[in-house]
């Protein structure tokens, strides 16, 4: 799982190789750029920009992203992946 927060818009923009991003080609962001806004740390790199085409339809679809490192929304992935693990498994609780 890669993360990146996105400062233009809420809520921040994980991407996850899933269903969702195989569905919607406008999630679906070439590698390099996600690793690259994966470490956008502000103290270090300035933010990414870059965008994303669709070319599928007519006419094509373009969505622009602004990110920084996910570190700065959510430093320890581990609840994010937790609580995206309950939603696909329609689980309310652990418990």
């Known amino acids: 799982m890669w993360k990146g ?4 818009e809420f809520p921040s ?7 969702q991003a ?4 406008l999630l679906n962001a070439q590698l ?4 690259r806004a ?9 933010p990414v920009q870059f ?10 679809e373009s969505r622009e992203y602004h ?3 996910g570190g700065i929304a959510v430093n320890n992935p581990v609840k994010l992946l937790s609580s ?6 329609h689980l309310k609780t652990l418990f």
């Not at 995206?84 to 498994?89: K, S």
């Open 5 to 8: 927060f996105q400062k233009k």
């Open 13 to 19: 923009v994980f991407f996850i190789d899933s269903i």
């Open 22 to 25: 195989r569905r919607d080609p």
């Open 32 to 35: 390099r750029h996600v690793c």
């Open 38 to 46: 994966t470490s956008a740390a502000p103290t270090y790199f300035p």
């Open 51 to 60: 965008s994303v085409v669709d070319k599928t339809k007519e006419p094509a």
């Open 67 to 69: 990110m920084i490192d």
């Open 84 to 89: 995206e693990n309950f939603q696909i498994l």
